[in-house]
């Protein structure tokens, strides 16, 4: 099979391998994207998760253009693709997006909560903020999504961030696909540090500095 953009396929099945193995997405779903061209995008396809536990092959990808096109693959789009579409096309600093259900992450999300920026890893990204709950799988929530975007835009063109899609999981962006995965990372580890600040500050002669 002569696939185009195959070095790339490679590395997008290594990046979903890890976000299965390392929790940063579970069965119920998760997808991810990157703009590989003028108006080429490779989609991870539907059921990547719940099905195939995120163990994909370079042709599972399919590559489509920003009309939801399938120029190459036989699968079926995620019911997701217009959120990733909507990114990429309109935010050219943008090469990658990533929609995932991270372990420690999915508390703010089943509760509308902001995530503190508490490390250095995400120092300059400020908070993960919260998209209100929008019907999933709705073009309204991916139209919600971008204009959150929107309203970011000067800091979303400059550095990887991330969102919280209320009840349903987090969106983040990066200009590769290396900088989106380490986004999500990051965030992961901003949820875990939240959700442990009881029991560190509970540790006798703690002191814990504020980030400036």
Known sequence: MNLSYYDMRVEMCRVARLMFDRRLTNAAGG?????VDDNRVLLSPSMMSE???CELEPEDFLLIDYNQNILEG??????????H???LKNFKEIGSVIHAHPFYCMPYVAFGHEIPNVTEATMGRGKVGVIPW???????????VYKYYEEHRELAVKKP?????????????????YKAYSMLERIECDAFCNLSKAQVLATE???IPTLK
């Open 134 to 144: 929008t019907q999933a799988f709705t073009d309204e929530l991916s139209e919600n």
């Open 31 to 35: 997808n991810f994207s990157v703009r």
């Open 85 to 87: 579409v909507l990114i």
């Open 51 to 53: 099905e195939r536990h």
């Open 161 to 177: 961030i991330g969102a919280i899609m209320q009840y349903h999981g987090i969106v983040c962006t990066g200009d590769t696909i």
């Open 205 to 207: 002669d703690v002191c």
């Open 74 to 83: 036989t699968g079926k789009l995620s019911r997701e693709t217009l959120m």
